[in-house]
């Protein structure tokens, strides 16, 4: 071990004459193309550059134009394609001086407002100039992110290195009437592309056939390699320079073929993107003679989209397990003194060594550093370190790789972000091509791990915020079921503004509401969680439905905030069969009746809540009858840049339609698979079936005359004798003569009586114009005169409470009948 450690120090000590060597050894019969890929191949392993791009001076003269670029995309660091020769950017400033410029990120906010800050730290930027000859000369550009840039060493070798380029003697469009066999030649502007007949037999058509657009091949592809193509044919996905890829096609046949292209973006007068031209191969008879420079530009392209931890670990494994033919590849992140093992490939247990599957705790493995101490050196030295067959190594690493063992320390940002282990079980010899290609793969993985743990940390912040702000679950409705679905949207760390709820009211009423706040923020999440709860609020309070929005409007225009929010909002009786509907800008809701046809329920609806403050939000009834479906859904889920409103809203009529509404969860799912992902998503449904027994309900107006206890008195008997009810009577009158006299007593305004009798429970409720609720007295003196009328209800009473209604309450007992009764219909 300690020979491998000296080994990186003096290699550390020794990386000039390294990469003069290794200039010395390229073959003298390379094209020029082909060389300068290979002297920016050697600036990411020598100078420990992220990415390194050469410039030349156009054919107008007065520009740099990109002509080659290896490492990561140019986008993460803001390198663009071209640069004008008088502009104030660091590449033009080196070129004009003819002096190399070492810019910190301090200098960069200066002198390159444009580039971007990563997230995993700041970076270091070189600039270069180039000989002049051939004439017109170029500029290198290289970034980093170790901890204070570029050191002596590594700035040595950028000098060193940058004296060996030389760039084609014609950076414009090449002449596409001599191409060679199996050749095309791409028009980025307008997608025709030139081909010759041996590529179109090795996609399986007729020159007849094909009629010279890109998508007729592009949709030969296999769609799981359609991304990476599309990668390389669209010119806004790539820069100036040459690209190689694998792909996958489906024959006319149903066979698949896999190909391999090799192209060269060239740039017009301007340093855009003009044409692509290259060859296409079959790639079994290529395969040997892969370009590694190509496989770290792919993986670069891979990383640059993972945006989880688990996706950079399976694009880490795609990259490098099948090219280099290993056995096993782990990945892991370092958490403290352990390695978390975010992905094993293969999967298996037994395929992994036997202290792998002790220490198995989870779902993936982790296991202490400490433990293999060879492992623990390589962090610390930092570099990749390899061990061929027959090295004595500790148990836990030697079996990963009898045949031999790579390991891959991940830096980034001045630290480690986790290790990548490689194990070949029969004895691998190790070229140089395979040891340039782990040092580049590893600098990628590192800073792609650090992002991506940044960012499924803020996702599961944001998934637990979300979470919160909406209902765990739904409540269980009399007489209905009812089932939400919400998906957050795909892009970025947003947080919708999207939600919905389900509020049990009163006398067998449910709220169905379901809203949406502009903007995906947190401003708009909070506003969100602020309107859910002053709905159910002013919903729980007993006003209707008008006045529920209308509260709501007014808090929103209050609360100072630019956004606004839509609302829809349903008040459903479960007895009655009859619903009221208030929308303040939001979408109408759908019904799906009882013999399957749909109707779109277009209602008169007021504006979006914190647009006015004086508005009108008027309420239209929904017809209901058992086995009604009502659905309420935000646009995410029937609008999108594809899809106009209209079009959407009948989508979702068709499939609430085709659906079986006995099972409203797979109706549920289904409609979520049409969702536009771009945007948050709620979905509300809920199926209407009424209760089994319909209450019998009656109302008195208690009018406050002398004899209004009597009159309420007379009214239960009347009611008591047409419902059939004979026990309890006694019970039931000594109820009604308390509460109603509470209610003349120590309030003012109007008195409303009811009774509602439903199965073997009789309810007495009492409303009046007050909000305060009645208070039970503690202890009562035998010389007090008063207090003893809610004692009275509460012993005679199975339950009894309190309910606000409308700015005042509503006083109810609940009795149980223990004769049986003819069935109410």
Request: hydrophobic share 45%; proline share 8%; aromatic share 6%.
């Amino acid at each position: 071990m300690a020979d491998v450690v000296s080994e990186g120090a003096a290699g550390r000590r020794t990386r000039t004459l390294r990469a003069e060597l290794a200039l010395k050894a390229l073959h003298a019969d390379l094209g020029s193309r082909e060389r300068l890929r290979s002297v920016l191949e050697y600036v990411l392993v020598y100078s420990g550059a992220t990415i390194a791009t050469g410039y030349a001076t156009g054919d107008r003269g007065d520009q740099l134009c990109l002509i080659e670029s290896a490492g990561v995309p140019r986008i993460l660091y803001g390198l663009r394609d071209s640069y004008p020769l008088t502009g104030d950017s660091p590449a033009a400033d080196a070129y004009r001086r003819g002096q190399s410029l070492w810019l910190g990120p301090e200098e960069l906010a200066v002198s390159s407002p444009g580039a971007r800050r990563m997230p995993a730290g700041d970076f270091w930027l070189a600039a270069l100039p180039l000989p002049v000859d051939p004439p017109g000369g170029g500029c290198l550009l290289a970034a980093t992110e170790s901890p204070g840039g570029f050191d002596t060493e590594d700035r040595a070798c950028l000098e060193l290195l940058a004296e060996a380029i030389a760039f084609p003697p014609s950076t414009g469009p090449a002449d596409t009437d001599e191409l060679p066999s199996s050749s095309f030649s791409l028009a980025m502007d307008s997608g025709r592309v030139e081909v010759d007949d041996e590529m179109l037999e090795l996609f399986g058509l007729d020159r007849d056939d094909f009629d010279g657009k890109v998508e007729t091949l592009l949709r030969m592809t296999v769609p799981e390699d359609l991304p990476a193509l599309m990668s390389v044919v669209e010119a806004d996905h790539m820069s100036i320079g040459d690209r190689e890829l694998e792909f996958r096609i489906l024959q006319p046949s149903g066979e698949q073929r896999w190909l391999r292209l090799r192209g060269h973006l060239l740039p017009a007068a301007d340093g855009r993107p003009s044409r692509l031209v290259g060859t296409v191969a079959d790639a079994s008879k290529l395969r040997s003679g892969v370009n590694e420079v190509a496989r770290v530009q792919r993986l670069a392209a891979a990383l640059a989209t993972a945006g989880t931890v688990r996706d950079v670990s399976q694009a880490v494994v795609t990259a490098l397990r099948r090219p280099l033919m290993a056995d096993r590849i782990a990945l892991a992140e370092l958490e403290g003194d352990r390695l978390v093992v975010t992905v094993l490939d293969p999967p298996e247990p037994e395929a992994w060594p036997e202290v792998w599957r002790t220490e198995w705790r989870s779902e993936w493995p982790d296991a202490p550093v400490r433990s293999m101490p060879t492992l623990a050196a390589a962090l610390r030295d930092g570099r990749a370190a390899i061990w061929p067959a027959g090295t004595p190594l500790e148990p836990t690493l030697a079996d990963v790789g009898p045949g031999g063992l790579a390991v891959l320390p991940l830096p980034a940002g001045g630290r480690m972000a986790g290790a990548c282990l490689i194990g070949w079980d029969a004895p691998h010899d190790f070229g140089p091509d395979e040891r340039a290609l782990l040092t580049a793969s590893a600098g990628l993985a590192g800073q792609a791990l650090m992002r991506a743990h940044a960012f499924d940390a803020e996702h599961e912040l944001v998934g637990m915020l979300q979470r919160t702000l909406l209902p765990r679950r739904l409540p269980t409705l009399p007489g209905a079921v009812a089932v939400a679905r919400y998906l957050p949207t795909t892009e970025g760390l947003e947080v919708g503004g999207d939600w919905y709820d389900v509020i049990p009211l009163p006398d067998n009423h449910v709220a169905l509401v379901i809203g949406d706040v502009q903007g995906h923020n947190a401003q708009a999440a909070t506003v969100m969680g602020q309107m859910r709860t002053a709905l159910r609020a002013y919903a729980v309070e007993g006003h209707p439905p008008d006045v529920v929005v209308s509260r709501a409007n007014r808090l929103l225009m209050d609360m100072g905030t630019d956004l606004f929010a839509t609302c829809c909002y349903v008040d459903v009786d479960m007895a009655e069969g009859t619903a009221w509907c208030v929308r303040a800008g939001h979408l109408p809701p759908v019904l799906r009746h009882p013999d399957g046809t749909t109707e779109i329920v277009i209602t008169e609806g007021g504006p979006p809540l914190g647009v006015i403050t004086q508005a009108d939000f008027p309420m239209s009834p929904l017809p209901l009858r058992p086995g009604t479906v009502l659905a309420l859904t935000t646009d995410g889920l029937v609008e999108s840049s594809e899809l106009d409103l209209e079009d959407g809203m009948n989508r979702l009529a068709d499939e609430l339609a085709a659906g079986d509404p006995a099972h409203l969860g797979p109706i549920a799912d289904t409609l979520l698979t049409f969702a536009n992902r771009s945007d948050d998503v709620a979905l509300l449904l809920m199926r209407y079936d009424g209760l089994d027994v319909r209450p019998l309900r009656e109302t008195w107006t208690v009018w406050r005359v002398p004899q209004a206890v009597g009159h309420a008195r007379r009214f239960t008997k009347r009611t008591l004798r047409v419902w059939g009810v004979t026990e309890e009577s006694d019970a039931i009158l000594l109820i009604v003569s308390e509460l109603v006299t509470n209610a003349l007593v120590h309030t003012d305004g109007q008195v409303r009586f009811d009774l509602t009798l439903i199965n073997d429970r009789l309810r007495v409720a009492v409303a009046d114009a007050s909000p305060r609720s009645p208070i039970k007295p503690t202890s009562i003196g035998w010389e007090a005169t008063g207090g003893r009328g809610i004692l009275l209800v509460e012993a005679l009473s199975a339950a009894w409470g309190t309910v606000p209604v409308s700015g005042g309450k509503q006083v109810w007992a609940e009795i149980v009948l223990t004769e049986p009764r003819p069935r109410p219909v």
